[in-house]
């Protein structure tokens, strides 16, 4: 019986392992045919290649290619057609707000317009957020504020200044107790993470003095109960940060960097 019992411990294992590799190659095809799309490779209306010529560039099984390209489906990129072949849809049908197309557009390499798309649509969420997080926010939030921007006054680092930012913005969206904006912060963590990242003032003393106090600005507010004050701050803290991407992808910075 143990024998028996060590063979399907065994027998288990080889068949957990097998998922998961097959869940690993799906993951790799998902991303290599995501990053495609996004960057142009396989531009909006083209035909995909057939399934034959997938599976010999890909050397992955049909069951693998399949899955893959159903989650491509699912997240707008591509629309399967009898008798016409899988279409690259519309940039419109895209779901922006998945984490998956959000890390490929920052692989690919993003444009200016998707990041000032990105600022935009923080000025929608971020500022009212701030202003409700005035209103709401606990001890223990504004406590978390202060110490995120502490911890980017001392960052030394992108990585290290980018992830105390991150956790400030995403205590903000806590703070607002609204669970629309904090799901909604939670969606689109991958693209802040990317660009907080790319805009992180660390090599420039004067533009990281500049950015911690904006986001102590942010942090008093809140704490003071003053709304407005909140969103005037936030806005400047967005503004900031799209106009220091901007200007390091035109100089090419960031492609030097990333």
Not at 105 to 130: M, N, Q, T, V
Not at 144 to 170: I, K, N, P, T, W
């Amino acid at each position: 019986m143990r024998n028996q019992g060590g063979k399907q411990i065994v027998a288990n294992r080889t068949a957990l392992g097998g998922r998961a590799n097959a869940h690993g190659l799906r993951h790799q095809v998902l991303r290599q045919i995501g990053i495609g799309i996004v960057s142009g490779r396989y531009p909006v209306g083209m035909i995909l290649p057939l399934e034959p010529e997938l599976l010999a560039e890909f050397g992955v099984s049909r069951t693998v290619m399949r899955e893959a390209t159903n989650a491509l489906a699912a997240k707008g990129l591509i629309e399967p057609r009898a008798r016409v072949g899988t279409r690259v849809l519309p940039r419109q049908r895209w779901n922006l707000f998945d984490a998956d197309v959000l890390a490929w557009h920052f692989e690919a390499g993003p444009d200016i317009e998707f990041i000032r798309s990105l600022a935009e649509i923080r000025y929608g969420i971020e500022l009212e957020a701030a202003a409700l997080a005035a209103d709401r926010r606990s001890d223990r939030q504004v406590t978390g504020l202060m110490d995120c921007v502490d911890r980017m006054q001392m960052a030394e680092s992108r990585d290290v200044f980018a992830e105390a930012d991150l956790q400030f913005h995403q205590i903000v969206a806590e703070a607002s107790g609204n669970c629309f904006m904090q799901s909604i912060s939670s969606l689109v963590e991958v693209a802040l993470a990317s660009t907080f990242n790319m805009t992180s003032p660390v090599e420039d003393a004067v533009a990281h003095s500049r950015t911690v106090e904006a986001h102590r600005k942010i942090a008093a507010a809140v704490r003071d109960g003053s709304g407005e004050d909140a969103r005037i701050a936030m806005r400047s803290v967005i503004e900031d940060g799209y106009l220091r991407a901007a200007g390091r992808m035109q100089s090419k910075e960031y492609l030097v960097q990333a």
